[in-house]
């Protein structure tokens, strides 16, 4: 099969894309990097509501139709909802057991041989200077079970046409948005494997290569340890630093020198930060919830339990015995206990190459 690119989506497409064009200006960098045909991931940090479309913007400039995982919210507004679902894009339904679903549709678009773009981070970035933080497992899962090449695009700007606060896109500001696409995230090495450290070790991989190419767009360094919401807080408050910033592309990194998403020197900055430390950054001290990075975070850790009561015992014995039933079934397709499993098919592939 492969790539579908029907006519609703030519015409929707182009319709998005000058409106986009008439509101931002709007630059694309090492599009190359981009597979020329097959199935891929493409990933992107997540600094405002307005980044869907732009990856999507960026993707069809290069002919490429995708599909996009998207908040299930979306597809209640009704003029959305109706290019939503005529343009085959993907809902997730976030927080809730049905979430495995956008993975399983998403998973079978990529055996297909289409392309399905996704923010790994889940949400909003919670980083008050607009940082990538800690991303979600969905990408991981994905990458590892369909062995398909991730496609880093990091990308500035979008937050000076809307605000994560909310209010009305500022169309009449025209902001600067530039986005850098990176080479294929090295996971050939984790192919194969479907247990939770494989998992969120690709995840690693991916949300570094991002913030790799987003410290070359912003000509600065990202700080260490990356933002964590469970430890560090959630929040949309904005660092008045980057809040309304009029930012220059041509002050960045050139596209000709850049590392292409190497994760090299974030791993060793990272293996140098304090061990135990929180967000080491500047102070947040700055709007009405500033104290939520401090503020404790029980409904995220849940109750304490001692780990010799019998509520403790019998839930690690449940635990247990659920692992045994997924090793057991471990070479099915499809979804298995909230995970993708690949199926095994002769003549498939070798790690590394696409669908």
Do not use: C
């Not at 247990?195 to 070359?216: F, G, N, Q």
């Not at 019998?314 to 909230?338: C, V």
Request: no cysteine.
């Amino acid at each position: 099969m492969g790539r579908s690119y029907p006519l609703f989506y030519r015409v929707s497409g182009a319709v998005a894309r000058l409106l986009m064009r008439s509101v931002a200006r709007l630059r694309w960098q090492r599009v190359d990097n981009f597979p020329k045909e097959g199935a891929f991931l493409a990933v992107g940090n997540h600094v405002s509501n307005a980044d869907g479309l732009t990856l999507l913007h960026l993707l069809l400039d290069q002919k490429i139709p995708a599909r996009i995982l998207a908040k299930h919210e979306l597809w209640r507004i009704p003029v959305l909802s109706f290019f939503l679902r005529r343009s085959g894009q993907v809902p997730v339904v976030r927080g809730s057991a049905r979430a495995v679903e956008a993975l399983s549709a998403a998973f079978n678009a990529l055996e297909k041989g289409e392309v399905i773009a996704l923010f790994p981070e889940g949400t909003l970035t919670s980083n008050p200077d607009l940082w990538p933080m800690t991303a979600k497992l969905g990408a991981a899962r994905l990458a590892l079970a369909s062995r398909v090449p991730v496609i880093p695009v990091g990308q500035w700007g979008a937050h000076a046409l809307y605000r994560r606060e909310g209010g009305v896109p500022r169309f009449w500001r025209r902001p600067r948005i530039v986005a850098r696409v990176g080479k294929p995230v090295e996971l050939s090495d984790l192919y194969g494997r479907t247990d939770a450290a494989a998992y969120k070790e690709a995840t690693h991989r991916i949300i570094l290569a991002l913030t790799s190419l987003v410290e070359e767009l912003r000509g600065e360094q990202a700080p260490m340890p990356m933002w964590d919401s469970r430890r560090d807080g959630r929040t949309y408050d904005t660092s008045p630093r980057v809040h309304d910033v009029q930012w220059n592309p041509l002050l960045s990194v050139p596209a000709e020198q850049s590392r292409g998403g190497d994760i090299t020197e974030l791993l060793e900055r990272e293996a140098a930060a304090s061990a135990g430390g929180g967000y080491d950054s500047a102070p947040y001290t700055w709007g009405k919830r500033a104290d939520d990075a401090a503020r404790p975070r029980p409904e995220l850790a849940g109750p304490s339990v001692p780990a010799s009561s019998p509520e403790a015992v019998a839930s690690k014995q449940a635990g247990e015995k659920r692992a045994e039933q997924e090793g057991a079934t471990g070479g099915a397709s499809g979804i298995k206990a909230d995970r993708i499993v690949a199926p095994e098919k002769p003549g498939s592939q070798q790690p590394g190459q696409g669908a």
